[in-house]
């Protein structure tokens, strides 16, 4: 049975990859509306910490996240969605959030 763990916030951390190429795309966190939403959609939702509110990936940039699969940990406290997107998956337009690599103090791109 699902019974998720949510943090004091009541926030899980998902991590987002390809689920054609397992390329890891980006980390955002769901409250239960989310997970629901997303369920119901197949569409990614998330909950925003910065601006203390819902959004569904692509709303406002229409690169969206159709979602395939949704794993569950094992103490339910984080979710691991394989997706495929409709363009960049980060906001700055590149394809992965991960696009540096920490080298020393400095950042630099990724290979």
Known sequence: MFKPKFDAAGLLTAVVTHADTGALLMVAHMNAEA???????????FWSRSRRKLWMKGESSGHALSVREILVDCDQDCLW???????????????????????????????
Do not use: M, N, V
């Open 81 to 111: 969605l394989k997706a495929i997107p409709a363009g960049p998956a980060c906001h700055t337009g590149a394809p992965s959030c991960f696009f540096r690599k920490l080298e020393g103090g400095s950042l630099e791109p990724a290979a």
């Open 35 to 45: 997970i629901a939403r997303t369920q119901q959609t197949g569409r990614a939702h």
